[in-house]
């Protein structure tokens, strides 16, 4: 809303172009975020409340993961409902919370005629944290982990599939806590891939004053995603829901990010590289493909 | 609710029982607090925008004034719905957080089939703050501005009555930031008023492990109070939504703290004592006076 975004004038908000606002303190920051989820927006009245619990943690954690933040604790907002939905949400965010080894330090419930759930999470950066608008003409894209497991296990989910490790991918995201806290030094820009690799991309290059262009073929998939869905990297670019990170490095950090992805057991992959200009491009084996009509899902 | 209280088992969450989450830090705390408000439980849907904007900042902003803290700013939850309501509660965000000199640093918006406002404001104290449950027998129960007046503002609004002072106390309440900041190296326990004077007395003291007495007589009313409701006290202290500060000191510091009520030009009242036992008792000149059945408002 723009004229919200009027209002973040202070350098701590970023414009609002970033995922969390980050205050400086002397010895690096405080970063804090804040997300909400609706019920038949971000999650189906069917889903279980223990998923939707973890989701509305994990996409809060990402976003700290983003800025190289240590999570210190989330502050809870709850509209109270049907009592056993209620426990069984609880229950879940303790689950979740447990996993992660991070406190509800408070919040607020209250009576609502419809579900809007809201967590705001603080976290730590010990270095000043990249935003996503540091790229520059290039630098190399990568991303962690892989792509388009969480939109696949959403349509097994739909279309009634069979197929857990992608609807676990889906329904209980692993923010990328430690890569991202490790990966700050040597990145220029950072951010999450919520809406989609081509979306994200798009916002990092827009907010970044440059251009990027995505090797298709570079998009790393998972074994589960190749067996269920095949080699369709464009569909798995576009589908929301990663919740990796993306980031922008010099090449010269290449062998020091492949080392840290050595050590963390987690893939780090090139996928692109920025160049002078604007926009989004995408090849495959060198040939420029046109852009699908739509890049990635725009959360409500 | 329960289940939630039994997840926040960190120090800094004071079991929830405090209004906000303190994290301290090697030279102070920060701390955090995340209030909601929804339409029709704490805002009727013909409340101006402006209003609800300045509340949902102002509530937020009073539990950082009770712990002593100074805002470094506040994100958002917010709904969207018909497009004038968000454009006027917009601007009454930026009057609000204006008037307070209070940065917007982020947040999220969202569609949602019901209006549930979210805010999370984060202060920074340069002392450990207080909290509801260091006060003893033998410490002074003090209140800070007059009580009742919100409440009688409300009662004006709801019987179409011209109270204009009184509705400006309902509907703009006036976080007691730099008292708070001020009192905190006097006081052993604060808390602010929001449920109502006897109420939030009585969560002072049981979460201190003593009993407190109020004296009727010495309930701080303002002119306009008197002028609308006489020397009803009773009414006022069971009135919500006053955001005055309550807290306990020593005796000892009687003369720092009505020094300093001078020096701010606000003023601070002692209504009561603490004492050994448990509960809450009332007396109007030395005798007693039996509690009323309802003693204050919990909101939602």
Known sequence: ????????????????????AVLETGD?????????????????????????????????????????????GVLLGFTLGEEAWDRAFADGLGTVLGAFGIPLLGGDTVSAPARVLGLTAIGRAE?????????????????????GDAGAGLAALREGRDAAQLIERYRNPRPRLEAGERLVPLVKAMMD????????????????????????EAVPLSEPYLADRGETRLEAATAGDDYELLFAAAPAQAP?????????????????????????????????????????FEHG
């Open 1 to 20: 809303m723009d004229t919200l975004r009027a209002l973040a004038t202070d350098p701590a908000a970023r414009g609002l172009v970033d995922d969390a």
């Open 28 to 72: 690096g920051a405080i970063v804090l975020t804040h997300d909400m989820i609706v019920e038949g927006v971000h999650y189906l009245p069917g889903d279980p409340p223990a998923d939707v619990a973890w989701k509305l943690v994990a996409v809060n954690l990402s976003d700290l993961a983003a800025k190289g933040a240590r999570p210190m």
């Open 127 to 147: 270095r000043v944290p990249p935003n996503r608008s540091g790229a520059a003409p290039g630098d190399q894209l990568w991303v962690s982990g892989t792509i």
């Open 193 to 216: 891939v919520s809406d989609g690799l081509l979306i994200d991309t798009g916002r990092m290059a827009e907010a970044s004053g440059c251009r990027a262009e995505i090797a298709l």
């Open 256 to 296: 020091a990010i492949l080392a840290l992805s050595e050590e963390l057991g987690l893939p780090f992959t090139r996928v692109g590289t920025f160049t002078a200009g604007s926009g989004l491009g995408l090849t495959e084996d060198g040939a420029p493909v046109a852009l699908p009509q739509r890049l990635g």
